[in-house]
Each structure stands twice: as C-alpha cells, then as structure tokens.
C-alpha cells in the first residue's frame, strides 16, 4: 500500500480509536449514573424515616398525656365519691376501708400528675424538634429532588451524545478502505484499536513491542501489536494522524483528544 493511503488509514483509525474512547467513557458514566441515583433515593427514605419516628414518638407521648389525664380524672371522680361515702358509713371499718382508698387515690393521682409533668417537659423539647425536622426534610427532599432532576438530564444529555458519536463512528467507518476496514472489525471489541509506542511498550496490554516491529512502524507501515493486534504509533504519528483526522473532518470536535 501506497505511504500517502496509510496515512488516510491511520488517521482514520486513530480517530476511530477516539471514539471508542468518548464512547466508552460515556457508558462509564451512564453506569455510575443508576447507583448515584439509587444513593439519593435512599437518603430520600432515610430522611422520610427519620421524621416518621420522630412524629411517631410526638403522637404516642401525646396520646399518653391524654390517657392519663382521663385517668386522674376518673381518680377524682371516685374520690369524690368514696368521701360521699364517708359520710354514710355504716360502721368503722367501712370507713377505714374508705379512708385507705382516699390515700390511694391521692397517691396514684400525685404519681399521675408526676409522670404527666414530665411528659409535658419531654414534649417542650420534642414539639420544636419535630417542627425543625419536618423543615429541614422539606429542604433535603428540594434538594436530593434536584440532584435526581440533575443525573436524569446529565443521562439523557450523553445518551444524546452517545448516539451522535456512534453515528459519526459509522460514518467514519464506512469511509475507511478494505484494510482499514479488517482491522477496525477484528479490533472493534477489543479496548483500543490503536497504541503508542510507550519507551518501547504497547500502551495499550503493556507487553514489550519488539525492535523490527517498532522500526516497521515508525516507517510508516501499519502494524499490529503482536500481543493485542492495536495498531502501533509513535507519538509524533499519533499528532499528525489526530490532526489529519480533525482537518479532514473525522472527529467531531466533542471527541477530545
Ligand atoms: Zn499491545
């Protein structure tokens, strides 16, 4: 093959290697996108849960001041009633009866007013929590709102993206000759269609490039690394094959590098 056809080839490929790069740092992201997703989802509940228990304990104190308050009540309904009594008693030792009942009621009405003070304090404390909590679930929830309203444009921003690449590959794919077109094939899987020449290495698997095939690229020819078939540049091939690539229209100018 002709030097100035290799040149068009490599450039051609060098730009395909691009966009598989774009593409592939795309779907990198589009992956991360579901579990960041689901992690503000989960604060989501997390801060719902939070305020529920809280709520919960507000209703159960309230609902108990309210039961013993019905209690002293009754307490005090019965003893007016046993001091009623006292008055119509038969004999001392139905008084006495009466007499002890009273002192009970007083006590379990003192004990009740004991527990039901504290329970007003404990709900001093707890009214403005509740309140402060439900605000700042309000302002949480705007805010994991956002961030999800955020991720789904970022999603569909580089799902746009994504296809715009994936019609320029196509396109670019379709300009290339039989050669360019084998080596695109049998490569298009694999992590990188083209390599530098790192200090002797394929940048790409790492494996040492041997001396005759170095030389035979930095000639200009196309060739393959011998471990992971990516097609090996210098550096300075790599500039000028990006360079043709962009004057001649096969990179976008979205596709970095
Ligand atoms: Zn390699």
Request: proline share 2%; with cysteine; glycine share 6%.
């Amino acid at each position: 093959m002709d030097r100035v056809g290799d040149d068009l080839t490599r450039a051609q490929l060098w730009a395909l290697e691009l966009y598989q790069r774009a593409l592939r740092k795309i779907d990198r992201r589009l992956g991360e996108l579901p579990e960041e997703e689901s992690a503000f989802r989960r604060r989501a509940e997390e801060v719902e849960e939070r305020l529920g228990a809280l709520e919960e304990e507000l209703k159960a104190k309230q609902l108990e001041q309210k039961r013993l308050e019905t209690e002293v009540d009754d307490i005090k309904e019965r003893r007016t009633r046993h001091q009623r009594q006292l008055l119509s008693a038969k004999d001392n030792r139905e008084y006495k009866t009466l007499l002890e009942e009273i002192e009970l009621e007083n006590r379990r009405q003192t004990e009740l007013e004991d527990r039901i003070l504290e329970l007003m304090e404990n709900l001093e404390g707890l009214v403005p929590r509740v309140k402060k909590t439900r605000t700042e679930k309000e302002d949480e929830v705007t805010g994991i709102e956002k961030a999800l309203a955020a991720l789904s444009a970022e999603g569909e921003k580089l799902e746009g993206r994504r296809a715009r690449l994936e019609k320029g590959r196509d396109t670019l794919v379709g300009r290339l000759d039989a050669t360019g077109r084998r080596i695109f094939n049998k490569l298009v899987a694999q992590r990188h269609i083209c390599a530098l020449m790192d200090g002797g290495i394929c940048s790409s698997c790492r494996v040492e490039v041997p001396t005759q095939a170095i030389s035979e690229a930095r000639a200009g020819e196309l060739r393959s690394c011998e471990s992971c078939s990516a097609i090996l540049f210098t550096e300075e091939q790599a500039s000028l094959a990006r360079t043709m690539a962009r004057n001649r229209g096969f990179l976008p100018d979205e596709v970095e590098g």
